[in-house]
């Protein structure tokens, strides 16, 4: 793709961890941004917070096929189309298979992986007009490392795993290429396991959110299909 200069984005979960540090890694390449929240008190913190004039945002539930095609109709009002969709929103419920609740299970399958389906779908229709783009995937290592408790969550993010390499190999004819990218532990308030204090040894957002710049700067002839981020020294 080379510079990203004026092209066409929607990020989800961008208004806050991961997804929040892709955006203003996009709007440092000169890219137009579309972030969705969760809620609409936290997508109008984040672009006030941003105050960019090439952000905007709309809050989305990514599991309703009713809120995603209200975002994309949103994004193409303002941006006039889209070149790169960075599907980042995600949940982590985290409790043994025998323990959990089938709400719980559905909405971690309905996000993390519906969610992105139906976003991918429509950016995808959204990018054959004007003759491709790019999808990154936000997953994780627990799509192959399954862990205790990890049943729903290891379940969504195997599932991404999979989609996402069928829809490269569907769709990479059609210059639109997609890309899952892997991290391991990332230092954010994602996980209710997590302390709340910074920890030096784990990815930071930032981290993974110059990987993202990285693979849509690659040569228009060479497509990264999946990419794994560790920790280099991980915490024993």
């Known amino acids: 793709m080379g510079s990203l200069l004026n092209q066409r984005a929607v990020v989800t979960g961008g208004s806050r961890g991961i997804g929040r540090a892709i955006v203003e890694a996009l709007l440092a390449e000169g890219a137009i941004v579309t972030l969705c929240g969760r809620t ?3 997508t109008a913190t984040a672009l006030a917070e941003l105050a960019h004039p090439r952000a905007h945002g709309i809050a989305a ?22 070149d ?24 971690t399958i309905d996000i993390n992986l519906t969610g992105v389906f139906l976003c991918s779908r429509l950016a995808i ?73 910074p920890s030096e040894w784990k990815i930071a957002a930032s981290d ?12 228009a002839r060479t497509l990264v299909s999946r990419v794994e981020m560790r920790p280099s020294r991980p915490q024993k």
């Open 40 to 42: 609409e008190a936290s």
């Open 61 to 82: 539930d990514v599991s309703a096929e009713a809120d995603v095609a209200r975002l994309f109709a949103f994004a193409e009002e303002r941006m006039g189309g889209v």
């Open 84 to 107: 790169i969709l960075v599907a980042s929103a995600g949940i982590g419920l985290f409790q043994a298979a025998g323990d959990m609740e089938i709400a719980d299970w559905k909405r």
């Open 125 to 197: 229709q959204s990018m054959r007009k004007t003759g491709g783009g790019f999808i990154v995937h936000l997953s994780s290592l627990a799509g192959r490392n399954p862990f205790a408790g990890g049943a729903a969550y290891n379940a969504s993010k195997f599932g991404l795993n999979g989609m996402g390499e069928a829809m490269m190999l569907d769709h990479r004819n059609e210059d639109i290429r997609v890309t899952t990218i892997m991290p391991g532990s990332v230092d954010t308030d994602f996980s209710p396991r997590s302390s709340g204090k």
């Open 208 to 219: 993974v959110a110059a990987m993202v710049i990285a693979v849509l700067s690659m040569p």
